[in-house]
């Protein structure tokens, strides 16, 4: 078997926030579902899920997402980060990755308007405006529901529950955290104008509207420390095939104003495609570093050449791997060694654990 050689940066370990990884891989974060749908607690298969791909080397796992509270849950079978019994359920799970010298970071997580009644704990869901999404509950087959309007008081509640989300993630053993701030869910639902339409100091224009999501940061970076705490952000919307930044180069540099003004360092700009090119012949990523001199990390259907092409360049710092990672436990293994990775099939890896 040839040994490919070609893709040194792939494989380079690197110092990241207060991790050093095994190499410039990351695992993006996937749903699969792998918790008790009452209880939100990690099934126990999870753990060799989770044990093999840092055992294959990959430098970062991002979990998958992972609710802040009842009322933030809007798919069926999502694992919590705010009982006591889901964080005793996550320390298997971290406790195999660090086994295997892996560092891993959980994903936390409010979808916002994105749910149902019947899965937000009884509650209609919330979000910046009471404006109802279009659209399917996925794996739930029921419209997603007419949301309530946060008042500042539940704004403020849900800004603490991050914060605990985050610290429940280090005791669970987690060695850091992930914002989800993007693909319309709540911290993307207060950064849209399709889905806020406030008159207050949440609302307004985009540089106001970020106003939540500085708010989420600042709470979350005081729980576990800036070097611990990643934003994920994107143009792209779940919800919303069709919606698009109007002046995009003008949307990044709002928004990386805004993470200078809270001090962030590590961010997760998200696409479907990491070529596509969004304004002035540059793809998200480009645009994103024109302005920000931090660390990206990279994802949108991430083949190993395009990723290592991306980490030379210095356009990103991590390549985030997605679905490649579901087919294959064994990715970094089967590129190094130049062997066909196995296609990713939803009926065949969807719900299977490998």
Not at 71 to 78: C, E, H, I, S
Request: charged letters at 25%; proline letters at 5%; aromatic letters at 8%.
């Amino acid at each position: 078997m040839t040994t490919n050689t070609s893709l040194h940066k792939l494989f380079e370990p690197v110092q990241v926030g207060a991790w050093k990884l095994q190499s410039r891989v990351a695992m993006a974060p996937m749903t699969r579902c792998f918790a008790d749908d009452e209880t939100g607690v990690v099934n126990p298969q999870a753990v060799e899920y989770y044990r093999k791909r840092a055992q294959d080397g990959i430098g970062l796992i991002i979990s998958e997402g992972t609710v802040i509270s009842p009322r933030a849950k809007g798919n069926p079978g999502v694992p919590g980060l705010y009982t006591e019994e889901q964080v005793e359920s996550w320390k298997p799970v971290t406790e195999a990755v660090h086994q295997e010298g892996g560092t891993i970071i959980a994903q936390i997580w409010h979808v916002g308007r994105l749910s149902h009644h019947e899965l937000s704990g009884g509650q209609q869901p919330q979000s910046a405006s009471a404006i109802q999404a279009k659209g399917y509950v996925p794996r739930f087959r029921k419209p997603f529901d007419q949301p309530e309007a946060m008042s500042k008081e539940e704004i403020h509640e849900v800004v603490n529950q991050y914060a605990q989300a985050a610290r429940n993630a280090i005791k669970a053993g987690f060695d850091g955290v992930e914002i989800h701030g993007a693909h319309g869910y709540l911290v993307d639902q207060f950064n849209s104008d399709v889905s806020n339409q406030r008159t207050d100091e949440y609302g307004g224009d985009l540089a106001q509207r970020l106003t939540f999501m500085k708010e989420v940061l600042r709470a979350v970076i005081d729980a576990v420390g800036v070097d611990r705490t990643i934003i994920r952000f994107s143009a792209f919307k779940g919800d919303n095939l069709d919606y698009i930044w109007e002046d995009p180069e003008a949307a990044i540099r709002t928004f990386v104003e805004a993470f200078r003004e809270v001090g962030v360092k590590m961010i997760h700009p998200s696409t479907m495609n990491f070529t596509q090119v969004l304004a002035d012949g540059k793809t998200l990523h480009q645009l994103v570093r024109k302005y920000w001199d931090g660390l990206i990390i990279g994802v949108g259907s991430l083949d190993p050449e395009t990723a290592e092409q991306a980490l030379a360049e210095g356009t990103i710092d991590l390549a985030a791997i997605g679905r490649p990672l579901i087919a294959n436990p064994d990715y970094l293994h089967r590129v190094k060694a130049g062997t066909p990775l196995e296609t990713y099939e939803a009926e065949k890896h969807l719900l299977t654990l490998k």
